[in-house]
């Protein structure tokens, strides 16, 4: 027998596109006559945009998850990703867009998570992100965009362990758009990451078609031919193999 009770409310705001936050909570509390079942979990998520005038947006987003058992605290799982960023995106001429980024994250999954690779007991880590991603349209068919990430932060090797180890890595992204025709795309993409601590170098790159649906959407496919993602947080590296991305545009 399993009793939840759960409370959730929400609430945004909109002051002439200006300023623009919204603020959702969940608290849910689970009561069993099995022992282990009990549980209490605690979830926020959030966002702001403030639009300092048409060309500069400041963006902070935090998602907050805390879930703690009755029984122990090896048994409890928290996650938090805070970020804020700064945002180039002019009106009069767009040839050039840029996005500056920090990011934290706590990740302590449970132990009973499972992860992308079917296994329990997954890394955790607490990292400092820094990234900053840059666009450019050379003409009407070619565009071309460049990233750089870096994360300094520890990592463990599953939930169980207690000792987190120093843990950074560098990413570099390098990408070229060629508009084909009037509703087709191609994407390729050439990626490093370094990892001082292991003093390792791994070398990946990405190729993808899209085909725009209307004005505000597209679909693609392709092939990441490295084993990890753009994502410099992502510690699985387990990204090889075919994708299917979905993208809205506003």
């Known amino acids: 027998t399993l009793e939840r009770v759960a409370v959730s409310a929400g609430i945004s705001y909109n002051e002439k596109d200006v300023v623009t936050w919204d603020l959702k ?7 069993s006559n099995q022992p282990g079942l009990d549980r ?7 966002g702001l945009v403030y639009k300092q005038n048409d060309d500069w947006r400041l963006l902070v987003s935090a998602d907050v998850a805390i879930s703690d058992s009755n029984q122990a605290a090896f048994l409890d799982g928290d996650y938090v990703e805070a970020s804020i960023g700064y945002a180039y995106r002019p ?24 992860t992308s690779q079917g296994t329990t007991l997954g890394p955790a880590q607490r990292s400092h992100i820094l990234s900053a991603d840059f666009i450019y349209d050379l003409n009407e068919q070619w565009t071309v ?30 990408r070229f758009d060629w508009h084909v025709v009037n509703n087709w795309d191609l994407v390729a993409e050439a990626r490093i990451l370094h ?5 390792s170098t791994d ?6 078609v899209y085909r725009h649906v209307g004005d505000n959407f597209k679909v693609g496919i392709g092939y990441n031919f490295g084993e990890f993602s753009d994502n410099v947080a992502d510690l699985t590296h387990d990204d090889a193999g075919v994708f299917l991305n979905v993208v809205g545009k506003f």
């Open 25 to 31: 909570g969940e608290a849910r509390f689970e009561d």
């Open 203 to 208: 070398f990946g790159a990405l190729a993808a």
């Open 91 to 114: 009106v009069d001429n767009d040839r050039f867009n840029a996005l500056f980024k920090y990011n934290f994250l706590y990740d302590l999954p449970g132990p009973d998570q499972v």
């Open 145 to 174: 965009g460049a990233k750089y990430g870096f994360r300094i932060g520890e990592v463990s090797a599953d939930r169980s362990a207690t000792n987190f180890v120093d843990s950074s890595a560098h990413l570099g992204v390098l």
């Open 40 to 46: 209490d979990t605690y979830l926020v998520s959030g």
């Open 195 to 199: 990892t001082p601590e292991i003093d």
